[in-house]
């Protein structure tokens, strides 16, 4: 079965800084890699998708890496702004497309 | 991108009864599947609701606790049935357009059993 786990589970940092978040999972049979935002009170936001047969995605200051020998994945934020203060969740989808979630990063970015 | 919503966004029940969550898509789309999210938790599956036949339900979770239906390819309810304070979570649907490998997902449902 597999287990993601996301490190750290919180994070605060300044404004400006970059910053990563790390994901790591057990089973490297893996379809596809998702990044989540969520925000409090609120439903998941998609920010990137990694297909298995690639390596990484980047979309505007974010970028996903996705490393299969390893089990990892990591997320970097670029200058990093007080509006990326959220829950950051990976997740990786199966054959059959279900998700199964880290349990998350909680970030703080300080003005 | 589809848009998808939720309907009620929170609802405050009593023990013993039963809520149905409606999850509305602006578009067809192929896979649907419901989440939970308990207090502090992440997300878990609870079921993929695929148009046309029975859902498929994740070890934990059966039937008789949550049915779902999925009547077409832009709707789909849960239930959640004979509640207790454990079922307090968020409820969350999501889907896939056809095609696409990126899931989507609606704002959630609040629910709070006392």
């Known amino acids: 079965k597999q287990e993601v786990t996301q490190i750290p589970a919180a994070l605060s940092v300044p404004e400006g800084e970059n910053l990563v978040l790390n994901c790591s999972f057990t089973d490297s049979a893996i379809y596809n890699l998702q990044w989540f935002r969520q925000d409090p009170g609120k439903g998941l936001t998609s920010l990137l998708l990694?297909?298995?047969?690639?390596r990484e995605q980047t979309s505007g200051r974010l970028n996903a890496s996705l490393d299969k020998s390893s089990g990892r994945s990591t997320l970097y934020i670029a200058a990093s702004q007080p509006g990326d203060s959220a829950t950051y969740l990976c997740a990786f989808s199966g054959s059959a497309r279900q998700l199964t979630f880290g349990s998350g990063t909680q970030l703080t970015v300080l003005p | 991108s589809a848009v998808i919503s939720q309907k009620p966004s929170r609802d405050i029940c009593q023990r013993g009864t039963s809520l149905t969550i409606q999850c509305q898509v602006d578009s067809q789309v192929t896979m649907m599947f419901w989440y939970r999210q308990q207090p502090g938790q992440s997300l878990t599956l609870i079921a993929t609701?695929?148009?046309?036949?029975?859902?498929?339900?994740e070890s934990g979770f059966v039937i008789d606790k949550f049915p779902i239906s999925r009547p077409n390819l832009t709707f789909s309810t849960l239930t959640v049935s004979n509640m207790s304070p454990e079922d307090s979570s968020i409820y969350l649907c999501s889907f896939l357009a056809g095609g696409g490998e990126t899931q989507y997902f609606g704002p959630g449902t609040r629910l709070l059993v006392l």
């Open positions: 609701a695929n148009q046309g036949s029975e859902a498929t339900y």
């Open positions: 990694i297909q298995s047969s690639q």
